[in-house]
Nanobody, 112 residues
Framework: QVQLVESGGGLVQPGGSLRLSCAVS????????VTWYRQAPGSQRRLVAT???????VYADSVKGRFTISRDNAKKTVYLQMNSLKPEDTAVYYC??????WGQGTQVTVSS
């Protein structure tokens, strides 16, 4: 059974940093891409960053240069390092495995 658990969200001031983690149970982690999405109130869920099984990364234009996605296959964990956070980054952040499995989400609030 595959389960994804996000952690690391919270309240941070503009310009601050957070690191989100997505821990994955199950044996399929290393062969699939993992993607971070976010959903702000009243908005659609949107792709933030994705990392392939061999480490190729893609970012939304809105986070390029500020966010970094990485993965540790031994720990079955994907990270999203978020720097220079802006109020518009406020959302629930979800991780997704293989375009099929979702975590429960973690809230990120950027506010002074």
């Amino acid at each position: 059974q595959v389960q994804l658990v996000e952690s690391g969200g919270g309240l941070v001031q503009p310009g601050g940093s957070l690191r989100l983690s997505c821990a994955v149970s199950g044996s399929i982690f290393s062969i699939y891409a993992v993607t971070w999405y976010r959903q702000a109130p009243g908005s659609q869920r949107r792709l933030v960053a994705t990392i392939s099984s061999n480490g190729v990364t893609v970012y939304a234009d809105s986070v390029k240069g500020r966010f970094t996605i990485s993965r540790d296959n031994a720990k079955k964990t994907v990270y999203l390092q978020m720097n220079s956070l802006k109020p518009e980054d406020t959302a629930v952040y979800y991780c997704n495995l293989a375009e099929n499995y979702w975590g429960q989400g973690t809230q990120v609030t950027v506010s002074s």
